[in-house]
């Protein structure tokens, strides 16, 4: 009865409403710069282009697609999400799950939990990080944007709580009865059913990796290896537009502007297009950890 009280129609009322009026906000800058992206050089230039493009031309996308900086970026940011998630949710199930068991099964696991927690809230510091990547040998590769942050102590915590509550003990008895080892009870058992956490874990890892510039600045020297989240922020912040790479005659059909657009829009579109895909899975992964059964 209560689904049909007034006072509860009005609360789904305002509720729609002021989700349909947060939608509209994150939607309209995203339709601006594909606006912008498609507009020729005179109304892009004047700023008079808002959601709909002006004087439509693929001028941008043409000149963005053929810069080499860019696509070298691309394939980076590319590459480092593939590396950096897999090896991230790796790591992150093979900790999560002795972590998972009893403090019966495992000792001393509440000393490595805690461990993991003060690592969440407390860190070496920039200044420490940097040298220890120098040292090691990790400057200007890939590993240097892997590996600092392969384990994220949130996730950890969430694929942890979500073992303990969500996969049956029965199960795992079950399996040792039948003589399989922990290494096979993972990946034939938790594994699969964690498939929920996993992927909304990997959405977070995903976006992270993507849209992280600040590591790519501190730890590549080589511009040529700049992630692409490094790379716009080099010519949206910082206003180097040299690395634009747009010849002179090109200049002259287009502006600036509009480049920026399309490679900012280009660099949105892959978390854009994933997301719908995982999204089924964003907050069913996060609340069946959280409640035990």
């Known amino acids: 009865m209560i689904y049909r009280t007034g006072s509860y129609k009005a609360f789904t009322i305002v509720n729609y409403i002021l989700l349909g009026v947060i939608s509209v906000t994150c939607i309209l800058p995203i339709i601006h710069v594909l606006a912008v992206s498609f507009s020729g050089k005179e109304a892009a230039g004047a700023n008079l282009v808002a959601l709909w ?41 093979m900790i999560a799950y002795p972590l998972s068991k009893e403090d019966s099964e495992l000792k001393g696991r509440k000393w490595y939990v805690w461990l993991f927690i003060f690592a969440m809230l407390f860190n070496g510091g920039l200044v420490p990080t940097y040298i220890l990547i120098s040292k090691v040998g990790l400057m200007n590769s890939m590993w240097a ?29 079950a399996a040792l009865i039948d003589g399989a080892g922990y290494y096979r009870i993972l990946f034939k058992i938790y594994i699969p059913i964690a498939m929920p956490a996993i992927a909304a874990i990997s959405l977070f890892t995903m976006v992270f990796h993507w ?80 409640v035990k059964e």
């Not at 511009?223 to 180097?240: C, G, H, N, R, S």
């Open 53 to 93: 493009p002006i004087d439509f031309t693929f001028d941008a996308y043409a000149e963005t697609i053929d810069n080499r900086n860019f696509s070298n970026a691309l394939q980076t940011s590319f590459l480092r999400t593939l590396i950096g998630t897999a090896f991230s949710m790796l790591l992150t199930t």
């Open 145 to 173: 944007l892997v590996l600092p942050v392969a384990i994220n102590s949130f996730n950890l915590i969430l694929m942890m709580n979500f073992f303990r509550t969500s996969v049956p003990r029965a199960l795992e008895e």
């Open 211 to 290: 849209n992280s510039w600040f590591d790519g600045l501190i730890y590549m020297s080589d511009l040529e290896k700049y992630p692409l989240a490094t790379f716009l922020q080099t010519i949206v912040v910082q206003q180097d537009f040299s690395r634009l790479s747009v010849d002179s005659e090109s200049l002259k059909n287009m502006s600036q502007r509009s480049v920026k657009a399309a490679q900012i829009f280009i660099g949105a579109l892959p978390i854009l297009l994933v997301y719908p895909f995982l999204q089924r899975f964003f907050v069913k992964g996060i609340v069946l950890g959280s």
